[in-house]
């Protein structure tokens, strides 16, 4: 959760947050809540957090959530390339993954949601349960190159099953790195999809 701290300045009140929470300047991410500047007071309050803080509440967050839920879980969480990554390992993974991820894109959202409202900021994070996405990102990307290649050969358009966001955005970046390909989506929600076609 969120800390506050109070001193004389704004400065100040870093100074103490970062010494406190053993962060750099840099590492601290704050708001100033209330500066008073009087003849006689000088007083500022700040709000903070830091990103380890932000880790700690996703695995407590999913491990309360899924507990509720009657499962037993561990959780490991790492950050990389500024996104927060939350594994979750569990007897039950293919319960919690649901038919193609379903469940996990909900735990997803529904962890996104209270990251968001209890630090007031969009931070990026990924849920994972027990490498699930990580090897469907792998299929999705070995699938959008045979595509690629596919429509190269033929030059015929190709329009693929409706997929999820992240999963489409694995196939745009793959697809990125070939010459003469477009890539675009089309459709709204559960029915957006994404189509290849050749350009000169």
Known sequence: MMKNYTAK??????????????????????????????????????????????????EEYVRRFISEMGFEIETVSYLQDGRIYCNINTSNNSILIGKAGVILRAINFIVKNAVSTTY????????????????????????????????????????LDPMPADERKVMHQELSNF??????????????????????
């Open 9 to 58: 300045t704004v400065q100040d009140a870093v100074n103490l947050a970062c010494q406190e929470l053993g962060v750099t300047i840099d590492e601290l991410n704050y708001e100033v809540i209330k500066e008073t500047k009087t003849f006689f007071t000088k007083k500022a309050e700040i709000e903070c957090y830091t990103i380890s803080m932000v880790q700690e509440y996703i």
């Open 179 to 200: 010459e003469h390909i477009k890539t675009e989506s089309h459709g709204e929600g559960k029915n957006r999809h994404m189509v290849i076609s050749y350009v000169e």
């Open 120 to 159: 007031k900021k969009r931070i990026e994070l990924s849920i994972d349960i027990n490498g699930y996405k990580e090897d469907r990102y792998k299929k999705v990307s070995s699938m959008a190159k045979r595509f690629g290649k596919q429509v190269l050969r033929t030059k015929a358009e190709i329009k």
